[in-house]
């Protein structure tokens, strides 16, 4: 049974570029979060998506936007990058049945903005 | 917005000593879940505490929910070098949303 799997491991963009982060849940997970976690801090959440829509969102400006697949596959992608958006990014999977259930985490996608 | 802060930021205990890191929230939490991080890792699930006043032990940890469901603690008995990483907690806050505390790094010295 796959955990969480996260896709690049790793990416160098430069400033003004766009990217696109990968995440597929764990088997049997239908609802996936994404959070950036900046070195030497915690998480912070980025927005959530269930039944391939946004259910939730922090407070991230309109440059990160995302997407989910029928199969509960999603996608992060950042636009105009900015030096700051060097962070790992981190995608967690959960199954939509209690008011917070169990986040799984995947490996994470260290970004690094030049 | 909500804050979730922890203390201390950093500790350093010798192994065998023991390691409390506390949490707490500006706001009322659903539930309190915690997660441990190695160096270059990503956040691994510990436990969840749901009832106001929870108590719950893994070995050698013990997880705390504090009455008013504000803050909670964990505390390890004994330290070994394997304990070393960031410990988080994380509160709920809305439906499947969670709030990362600030994080409380230990190292242990053999």
């Known amino acids: 049974d796959a955990g969480v799997t996260q896709s690049p491991t790793h990416l160098i963009k430069t400033r003004g570029q766009q990217v696109t982060l990968r995440c597929s849940p764990k088997s049997g997970h239908d609802t996936v979060s994404w959070y950036q976690q900046a070195l030497g801090q915690g998480p912070q959440f980025i927005f959530q998506y269930y039944e391939e829509e946004e259910r939730q969102r922090g407070n991230f400006p309109d440059r990160f936007s995302g997407h989910q697949f029928p199969n509960y596959s999603s996608e992060l992608n950042v636009n105009a990058l900015l030096l700051g958006d060097s962070a790992l990014y981190l995608c967690?999977?959960?199954?939509?049945?209690?008011?917070?259930?169990?986040?799984?985490f995947g490996p994470g996608t260290r970004l690094l903005v030049l | 917005g909500q804050q979730v802060m922890q203390i201390p930021q950093y500790q350093h205990v010798q192994e065998g000593e023991d390691f409390t890191t506390y949490c707490n929230s500006s706001?009322?939490?659903?539930?309190i879940q915690w997660y441990k991080q190695r160096p270059g890792g990503h956040p691994v699930f510990l436990i969840q505490l749901v009832k106001s006043g929870e108590v719950k032990k893994q070995k050698r940890l013990t997880f705390q929910f504090g009455e008013a469901k504000k803050n909670s603690s964990l505390h390890i008995t004994a330290t070994q070098t394997t304990d070393v990483g960031t410990y988080f907690c994380a509160g709920g806050a809305g439906f499947q949303k969670l709030v990362f505390g600030t994080g409380t790094r230990l190292l242990v010295s053999p």
């Open positions: 706001t009322t939490l659903s539930n």
């Open positions: 967690a999977s959960s199954l939509n049945q209690v008011l917070v259930e169990t986040q799984y």
